[in-house]
């Protein structure tokens, strides 16, 4: 398979959110390109912020419009003792939040979108979701 229409295949892969908007459900296309697996920092700017913020406090630019605030990503390990919970955080971007997708108010799972990236390699799924996590834990105030 030639690397031009695999490079078109993944630009082309997307994630939604639902958002809560006067009242009325509405979806925002978040255009996610792909990225190296080894690279959680350019994976969290093109995943995460706009939900979370540059910062990770929750702040991005689709927040206002979301049922619930999300989470602010620099308190994870205050918020666990002082200790960063990796395993959470990594099951939290497999599996979802309990309340599956922004439209109950949860976060979606990312594993099905980055796992359409790697084409289901699983491996490099994990190593992204992996990475992400050792990212966010770059966030946590000190």
């Not at 994630?15 to 459900?25: E, F, P």
């Not at 395993?87 to 979802?96: A, C, I």
Request: hydrophobic content about 30%; charged content about 20%.
């Amino acid at each position: 398979m030639s690397k031009k229409p695999l490079f078109i295949l993944l630009t082309a892969v997307v994630a939604t959110a639902t958002l809560a908007a006067s009242g009325q459900k509405e979806s925002a296309t978040i255009n996610v390109s792909r990225t190296s697996p080894a690279d959680g920092k350019a994976m969290y700017a093109s995943y995460c912020t706009p939900c979370h913020g540059v910062d990770g406090k929750g702040n991005g630019r689709l927040s206002s419009s979301l049922k619930r605030k999300p989470t602010d990503l620099t308190t994870l390990s205050k918020s666990n003792g002082g200790i960063y919970p990796a395993d959470h955080v990594v099951g939290v971007l497999s599996h979802g939040t309990s309340t599956s997708g922004h439209d109950k108010a949860g976060m979606p799972e990312w594993a099905i979108t980055l796992g359409n990236m790697d084409q289901n390699n699983k491996l490099d799924t994990k190593l992204r979701i992996n990475n992400l996590s050792k990212y966010v834990e770059t966030l946590q105030t000190r």
